[in-house]
Every structure is written in C-alpha cells, then in structure tokens.
C-alpha cells in the first residue's frame, strides 16, 4: 500500500507542478464574442482567474473549454492557487481580477477592511453521502474517529481557514481536545507521500487526493464540512470592492459567465470529470469516482456566516464580520 501511495502521490504532484507551467487550463484565444454575447460585449478582454488546482475546479475548466466565457467576451487565464487566502495579495495588487477560494480568507480580510469581497458561490459540499473532502490517514495510523486526532499531526492546505477550524469543532464535539493538534501547512497534490513519510498522522484533503490515500488501503476518518456545517460552501468567487466601484462592467459579465458555466457544469458532469482528467492528468477512470460539490452561482444556504461564528467562537477572529460588506451577490 504504501509503494502505491508514494507512486501516485509522486505522480500527482508533478502532474501539478507542470500544469501551473502550461496553458492548459487557460481559455482558448478563439475567436471575438458573438453578438448575443450575454452583455454586449464587442471585444474580447482578458482577465486572470486564481483557482486551486483541485478537482471542483473541473467545472471551470470546463466550461472554459466549452466557450461560455468567450460568449460574455472574457478570456481567461487560470492562475494554480494553493488556496483563496493566498490569492488575496495578487487580487489587492490587480496581478488577478477574481480568485476562487474558500471564504475563510475574505472573513479574515474583513477583520483587516481589506476591501475583498465575495461576489457569488462555487461550489457546496455534501449534506450527505461521501462528501467532497475529508480528513484521511494510513491504516496503521490508529485514526479512526475525529477524537483521535488529539495530540496529532494534521495537515490543512493554508492554516487558520476553514480546513483546521472544522476538524476542531468536530474533534471537541467527539469527546477530544482539538487544542492538543498540531496543525501543519502541507499542499494537498503533497499529501499522499507526506502521510507516507511519516510527516505528520492525518490529512485534510479534497480528491484526488484523498482517493489516493483511500484507494491505497488509507482511511478516511471524517468529512469535517459535513458534521459541522452540513452543505457548507466549499469555494467561493472573490474580487475586490475597488473592482466593483471602478468596472462594475466587467464584474458583472464575469458573474453572468460563471452563473451560466456553474449551471451548466451541475448538468454535464461528463465534461467536468473530463476536464478534471485532463488538467490534473490522471486516468479517466480515476476522473469518473471523484465525489463532486454541488455546482451553484448561489450563495444561500452557503454556510458562511455559521462559519464567521464558528470562527469567532475558536478565537480564529475577534469579531463577526461585516455580511453586509462582505458578501455581495452579483
């Protein structure tokens, strides 16, 4: 189990690191919109999107390739995040117009008035079933409920997110003491041989990389998301209220492009898997067992307040922040 962990961890990662050094999860330069562009556009502009290199954003990937953007005259260059808290300085310098991240780093921003504002969803976790992430361990870890976790090592993408904050909730709702984690920053294409080299006890992971660890003999201890806020959004869409205030233009043929590519991936979930196998390069049929969010432009129901309390409850921030401000639906 552990020659194929490090195998395809290995593998994984390098796909990766590659991918971020091609345009293959760019949008073509094909040809100027048409005229019923969804806002008139009469040329093409070109923006920088920040998105993880992860499964969910097959649904961008996709509908990239699908022309939908084009259609709202936006050509887009996909930028490899390792999380949307790390995309906030490249949006606060305009090197990217819009990131797809968690929400966690706009809240902590909105402590700072950064000005980053959060302007539709992406993506829901699961209420139920197998969920979109989960935290994972190799089977002779020991690990099999959150409450084992105390006294651990665990990994998370960026600290001091959503990611650590929900394993502590669930851990202390299991009879542990998430005080006693050590939590470690670790990208998630690392996961799989980090856990095999003994780096740290458990992971926090969305596919494929959880798959990989599961698929090779590991476990899956939680999903954090679904015992603690069930549906709670995974990924959000983030821009900045300078953006808003001097191209609302723009921002708004972005929305309406997403809007429609996020409806039309929760309908062709043949072309998001593929594009997954693709732009993470990895087998179709590794591409067709990945769990996937739910695929929506719509912020109700996303969760994100109960997240902002939750966060204020575990001294993450010192105070709820400002929804009004924070989330503004296009």
């Known amino acids: ?55 969910e954003s097959g649904a961008l990937w996709a509908a990239i390739d699908e022309g939908i953007f084009a259609e709202y005259g936006l050509d887009v260059e996909v930028v490899p995040a390792q999380g949307g808290a790390n995309a906030i300085p490249a949006l606060l310098s305009g090197d990217i117009q819009f990131a797809i ?25 699961l209420a139920e079933g197998d969920d979109v ?63 095999e080299a003994g780096t740290m006890d458990a992971a926090w992971a969305p596919d494929p990389f959880r798959g990989i ?4 003999g590991g476990v ?16 959000t869409n983030i821009t900045t209220q300078a953006l808003l205030d001097e191209d609302p233009e723009l921002v708004a043929a972005y929305s309406q492009a997403m809007s429609e590519a996020l409806e039309w991936a929760a309908s062709n979930e043949d072309a998001v898997r593929a594009a997954i196998a693709t732009n993470l390069d990895i087998p179709e049929e590794a591409a067709a067992g990945i769990t996937l969010p739910t695929f929506t432009w719509d912020l109700d129901g996303a969760g994100i307040e ?18 009004a401000t924070l989330i503004q639906q296009q």
């Open 1 to 55: 189990m552990k020659k194929t962990l490090a195998a395809l961890g290995v593998l994984a990662a390098a796909a990766l690191a590659l991918s971020g050094c091609t345009d293959s999860a760019a949008a073509p330069s094909g040809a100027a919109p048409t005229s019923d562009a969804g806002d008139g556009a009469t040329e093409t502009q070109s923006i920088r999107v920040a998105a993880l290199p992860i499964a």
């Open 101 to 125: 991240g968690q929400p966690f780093g706009p809240i902590r921003a909105d402590q700072q008035d950064l000005g980053i504002v959060i302007v539709g969803n992406y993506a829901n976790s």
């Open 133 to 195: 992430n989960g935290v994972v361990a190799l089977a002779d870890a020991g690990i099999t409920r959150p409450a084992d976790l105390a006294g651990k090592t665990v990994s998370v993408n960026t600290l001091g997110a959503a990611g650590d904050l929900t394993i502590r909730k669930a851990v202390d709702d299991d009879g542990g003491d998430s005080s006693t984690i050590e939590f470690v920053e670790v990208p998630f294409p690392d996961v799989p041989a980090q856990l």
């Open 213 to 216: 660890v599961v698929g090779g």
């Open 220 to 235: 899956q201890v939680m999903a954090p998301y679904q015992v603690t806020i069930p549906g709670l959004t995974v990924l």
């Open 306 to 323: 109960e997240l902002g309390d939750l966060a204020v409850e575990y001294a993450y921030i010192e105070t709820a922040p400002d929804y």
